[in-house]
């Protein structure tokens, strides 16, 4: 089917103590793959004052040409295209002050604005969506504080993280998948990896039925002010090997907020997940 089709149809109907400020994320939603059909929502607060700050914006980075699965934005999933399922679930969030999309691509940009998204051209430069969002922040007219890259289900306070997101419990058939980002954190909810590998990895080279792995579900919130710093990081040995772009934010010694959430996580990172996303939304009676 071509995607193009779909949307014509659409549219016709350094360290982390200098951000130390205090920051709280309450958000909910539903994923279904890196790009998502969730509600969200977000608060921060401001330091000491203890006031909330509703300077809020919902950034979905999206870009056609994946190694993996090019034109994955603009695939069909139940007769929309992804990305307009995204933006359209993000639209629910009655705080968000502004939702929009990232992108380098004028096909994802003209299927975006026939279902009435606003649009941001990015640069093909960009390495990560983590970069996208920055310099689609750096375009806003206004200023916020906290940026939401793709959706995120919750998000809680961290005084000293710079980062925040989120995990669920990992299935046994999903173990060696390496489009399955896995997730290791401390006894504080701070992430110390994460790798396309299983971990952590036994002396057996099993998958251990005890034990809680952790599954990256590949959403996440910034702070505005090293949201910019970002891009400035040199590329990191450990984020170059996974091809993880959390990873260059460990190795360069910040703190990443990691929130568990009771999600039965579908990702959509081959052309063989939308069959699988679809049987999901259908047995659940979403559309």
């Excluded at 922040?137 to 997101?165: E, N, R």
């Excluded at 980002?181 to 057996?204: E, M, T």
């Excluded at 080279?205 to 005890?210: A, C, D, I, L, S």
């Excluded at 934010?249 to 052309?271: C, F, Q, R, S």
């Amino acid at each position: 089917m071509n995607p193009m089709s779909i949307c014509s149809s659409s549219s016709s109907g350094s360290s982390s103590s200098s951000y130390s400020t205090t920051k709280a994320w309450i958000v909910h939603g539903i994923v279904v793959g890196a790009a998502v059909a969730a509600a969200i929502g977000a608060r921060a607060y401001l330091g000491g004052s203890k006031k909330f700050r509703s300077r809020v914006v919902g950034i979905i980075p999206a870009r056609f040409a994946s190694a993996r699965f090019q034109g994955k934005p603009l695939v069909p999933i139940l007769g929309k295209p992804m990305i307009q399922r995204t933006w359209e679930r993000a639209k629910l969030a009655a705080s968000l002050d502004h939702v929009v999309v990232a992108t380098d691509d004028e096909k994802i940009a003209e299927c975006c604005r026939g279902f009435g998204a606003d649009v941001i051209m990015t640069s093909e430069s960009c390495r990560n969506g983590t970069e996208r969002c920055n310099e689609a922040l750096q375009k806003l007219d206004k200023k916020y504080d906290i940026i939401i890259d793709g959706v995120v289900k919750a998000l809680q306070a961290a005084p000293d993280a710079v980062f925040s997101t989120s995990v669920t419990s990992l299935k046994p058939e999903d173990a060696f998948d390496p489009n399955r980002v896995k997730c290791v954190v401390d006894n504080r909810g701070y992430a110390i990896y994460f790798s396309r590998g299983l971990i952590p990895h036994n002396k057996s080279g099993k998958v251990n039925p005890q034990f809680p792995y952790l599954l990256h579900l590949g959403i996440q919130s910034y702070d505005s002010k090293f949201l910019k710093i970002y891009p400035e990081l040199q590329p990191t040995p450990l984020q170059l090997e996974e091809d993880l772009e959390q990873l260059k934010v460990l190795e360069n010694g910040y703190k990443m907020k990691v929130i568990k959430v009771d999600h039965e996580a579908h990702g959509v990172d081959t052309p063989e997940d939308v069959e699988k996303i679809e049987s999901f939304m259908h047995e659940r009676n979403l559309s």
